[in-house]
């Protein structure tokens, strides 16, 4: 992304040419530091935020996803105007201010460092970067300049995005460099070299570039291809006003993410998971898991919930905040468990019929027992909810729900539900016996 930037600031404006910027290694040190201090007392916030992987899923999920979805939506209402029906639309539930906010911030944050100072978030605010940078303080091979041979033309200096090349001093930091290779291409004299026994330079550069092209590629048809995975559900009928609050003590944590306490010592934010949550029901937290937290996914079952076939989360994480299940463990881990407001229903509050939440419960561990005046209300068998969301979701009460999911603190796994054959006489004499 900040190549891209680079690339069009050199074609239509500004400074064509980049110069030696003096290295600021108080302030990378410190920064990184600072993140390693905070992961041995076992807090990762710094890390969720400054990490480039993470940063870039924010980006990606909160900001460039909703364009594709927007430009989705408006193909699929001008062709099927036609008859053409390529695209389906896809309804946006639940995004949260504050994470467009942020990621907002850091992403013109990026874009002006970029314009300004080129690769300069990546050899000075980055912690991955100040910490490969000392990694490659050790390198064997490295970009070295022969000072012999070098005429100080400067022509290495002008094509480094890092800033690391001193051409009138023959200095070029090794531990800013991001290994684009411009500068082998462009020194006539060939004074700079990349000391490699199999490859040469040439052979290096191409590589580079080509490895370049296959990630972004990846990942524009990564982006397209999430666009067409989330789904819409219908917006449920509101009712009148309940006053009884969901008392929920704990957050909702992904399958796979075996309690909070992992989960949040593990996640990164990448959003990955929420990118590819065909129901997205995965939303960036701001206060649910606090702020050392702050943006981690967790489950919204205001906005939707978990498709009980699905487990896709649960393949890609990166890092072993959620580990991978099958469909049929995925099905009888309980997230949490639903927790029912009687005085919130409308069976009480407006004495009539409702029972939404047992129609969408995939286990039918919410169920409808008898209740008055031939009305029925739900009953929660907490052994067999899997806490999925479905009965919260389609809970139709404003603003509190009559049916909340309480998260467990430690994932546990739900007894199977008990699948009863209902037998029916068939008169087979009628014309339509069913």
Not at 107 to 117: D, H, Q, R, T
């Amino acid at each position: 992304m900040q190549d891209i930037v680079i690339y069009f600031k050199k074609k239509f404006g500004g400074k064509k040419r980049f110069k030696f910027i003096r290295t600021y290694n108080w302030i990378r040190y410190s920064i990184l530091g600072a993140v390693v201090l905070f992961l041995l007392f076992g807090n990762i916030f710094l890390l969720t935020i400054l990490d480039p992987y993470s940063a870039f899923g924010k980006i990606s999920v909160t900001l460039v996803k909703p364009v594709f979805i927007l430009i989705n939506n408006f193909s699929s209402k001008q062709l099927a105007a036609s008859n053409i029906f390529w695209f389906k639309p896809i309804e946006t539930t639940g995004y949260s201010l504050f994470a467009i906010i942020f990621s907002s911030a850091f992403l013109i944050l990026v874009l002006w460092f970029s314009i300004a100072k080129g690769r300069l978030y990546c050899n000075t605010v980055c912690p991955v970067g100040a910490f490969l940078g000392l990694i490659s303080k050790a390198s064997v091979f490295k970009i070295r300049i022969n000072e012999e041979s070098c005429t100080s033309c400067g022509l290495c200096s002008s094509v480094c995005k890092a800033g690391c090349i001193e051409s009138k001093t023959h200095q070029l930091d090794f531990s800013r460099c991001v290994g684009c290779m411009s500068c082998l291409s462009v020194c006539k004299t060939k004074s700079i070299n990349y000391h490699l026994p199999v490859k040469n330079a040439e052979a290096v550069k191409t590589d580079s570039a080509n490895s370049r092209r296959k990630f972004i590629a990846t990942s524009v048809l990564f982006t397209l291809g999430m666009t067409f995975l989330a789904f819409g559900e219908k917006t449920i009928q509101k009712t009148r006003n309940t006053i009884y609050p969901n008392s929920k003590k704990n957050p909702v944590t992904p399958p796979g993410s075996v309690s909070v306490q992992h989960f949040t010592d593990k996640c990164t934010a990448c959003q990955l998971c929420i990118s590819i949550c065909p129901t997205q029901v995965l939303k960036p937290s701001v206060k649910e898991y606090g702020l050392n937290g702050i943006m981690q996914p967790h489950m919204n079952y205001e906005v939707s919930f978990c498709n009980y076939d699905c487990h896709l989360c649960t393949q890609v994480c990166p890092n072993g905040a959620l580990l991978p299940l099958t469909v049929k463990e995925k099905q009888q881990t309980q997230l949490g468990i639903a927790q029912f407001i009687e005085k919130n229903c409308v069976v009480y509050t407006n004495h009539t019929a409702c029972g939404a939440c047992s129609e969408h419960c995939p286990t039918k561990a919410v169920h409808m027992i008898p209740y008055t005046d031939n009305l029925v209300i739900p009953k929660v068998d907490e052994s067999i909810c899997i806490g999925c969301g479905a009965c919260e979701f389609s809970c139709p009460t404003q603003p509190y729900k009559a049916i909340y999911v309480e998260g467990n603190g430690k994932h546990l796994q739900a007894q199977k539900p008990v699948s009863k054959d209902i037998k029916q006489k068939v008169n087979l004499k009628e014309d339509f016996p069913f």
